[in-house]
């Protein structure tokens, strides 16, 4: 018996145990809110004293007290782990978490937001599949998409534009039956939102694995898994955590799917350290409060900017001159706590105004408590001609609004808008 059990895989034993222990320990907490700070500890982590917080679990290996108990391991009558690579008690509660707050069967949590994107891609397509892209996508994502999956392993790669509509979506991906459709919703830079209903639908009929990272979203502004999505990523470094001070990303969906992500990722090795799993943990719990205040300090600039005369185009799917006001309206509760726009004068003024900003760091990630602010046309490292190409202004500015009183970050940004034009 004990030679049957090492053979198959110690991956798929632990996900086993794993979800036969926790479960039955769904709390029954209708906000959330209250499942960001419940889920996943109370009641259903693995025991590690009597703590508040779920501990850190230092550890890269597991013993056991005796050969039985390892067969009983092997034969799942026996809920432990057995090697870092394949999971920890710390992930894993933060796991569970992610998983009852997303509403999915099953969430794995990986190194990083593109550890997660590229797994998920590469566990869910078939050797020269077809891969279809949305236009917005995380430019890493896109060039993962082009460079790794179709010229080095065959994939066959296609791409929608939101100009499209979600007619013209819909009727490409039932005319090609993609193997996976991939999208970002909102979109990076421009926040596009699709209609994911229609979309899902159409992946079902064309026998399509829809995935969708709602990194920008949250779980708080957008139910994905609920409006039909497959599979759901977000990039954890950024609302998950809140804090920008640690790295993550996670996949969260039907335990099936998710399996064949944990079977690939257990192979590749991008594990999450349990001292970021821990801070991760922390963070999730203020997501409800923060993304609240970001949504709202988000809709006040975007509504702020809107009537600047130094202001050429705003990007806010809260504001009714965005392109999916509508949709956004039907399948989001929030617009979220990015805000895109043009400056007039091109890269120099947006430069000034950047220069001049008192609140706001200059860096390139989003969605933790401090502002950040970025400019595309810097920051991507490529050629204005190369930016028109991908249809970004240079005087683009992506601003991510942080837990900043909301006043003081309007009455900063109107001084830089000043400055910049003085």
Not at 82 to 111: C, H, M, Q, V
Not at 170 to 179: G, H, M, R, S, T
Not at 292 to 319: R, T
């Amino acid at each position: 018996m004990l030679g049957k059990a090492f053979r198959r895989s110690f991956v798929s034993r632990t996900l086993v145990a794993r979800m036969s222990d926790t479960q039955s320990y769904e709390p029954v907490y209708g906000h959330l809110a209250t499942k960001a700070v419940q889920s996943g500890e109370s009641g259903g982590r693995v025991s590690m004293q009597d703590c508040v917080t779920t501990p850190i679990a230092q550890t890269s290996a597991y013993t056991f007290k005796n050969t039985q108990q390892l067969i009983d391991f092997c034969e799942q009558r026996f809920v432990s782990f057995e090697y870092g690579r394949y999971g920890n008690p710390t992930t894993r509660a933060l796991e569970d978490k992610l998983k009852f707050i997303e509403g999915g069967e099953d969430a794995l949590f990986s190194a990083s937001g593109m550890n997660s994107n590229s797994s998920t891609m590469l566990a869910m397509l078939p050797p020269g599949g077809k891969l279809m892209t949305l236009e917005g996508c995380y430019r890493q994502t896109e060039s993962f998409a082009k460079e790794f999956a179709a010229e080095k392993l065959g994939v066959q790669l296609s791409h929608l534009n939101h100009d499209m509509g979600t007619k013209g979506m819909v009727e490409a991906i039932l005319a090609e039956q993609p193997d996976v459709v991939f999208a970002e919703c909102p979109s990076s830079v421009f926040l596009r939102v699709m209609d994911l209903k229609a979309i899902s639908a159409a992946c079902k009929e064309a026998g399509s694995i829809f995935i969708v990272d709602a990194t920008y979203a949250t779980p708080m502004n957008q139910r994905t898994l609920d409006l039909g999505a497959d599979l759901v990523i977000h990039s954890a470094s950024k609302y998950i955590s809140g804090h920008n001070d640690v790295m993550g990303g996670v996949v969260i969906g039907k335990a099936e799917m998710v399996q064949k992500v944990r079977t690939l990722h257990a192979v590749l090795g991008g594990v999450m350290d349990p001292h970021a799993a821990y801070l991760v943990m922390r963070g999730v719990k203020t997501m409800g409060i923060r993304v609240e205040h970001q949504n709202n300090s988000a809709l006040e600039l975007a509504n702020y900017l809107s009537s600047v005369p130094q202001i050429k185009e705003v990007f806010y799917p809260g504001l009714r001159s965005h392109p999916d006001y509508d949709i956004a309206k039907k399948q989001m509760s929030g617009g979220g706590g990015v805000v895109s726009f043009v400056i007039r004068g091109g890269k120099e003024n947006a430069r000034k105004f950047l220069d001049a900003l008192r609140i706001p760091y200059i860096g390139s990630s989003l969605g933790g408590v401090e502002s950040l602010v970025e400019l595309p046309s810097i920051a991507y490292g490529v050629s204005d001609e190369r930016l028109a190409e991908m249809g970004i202004p240079v005087g683009l500015v992506r601003f991510s609004c942080g837990l900043e009183d909301t006043v003081d970050l309007l009455t900063d940004v109107a001084q830089a808008l000043k400055e910049a034009n003085a």
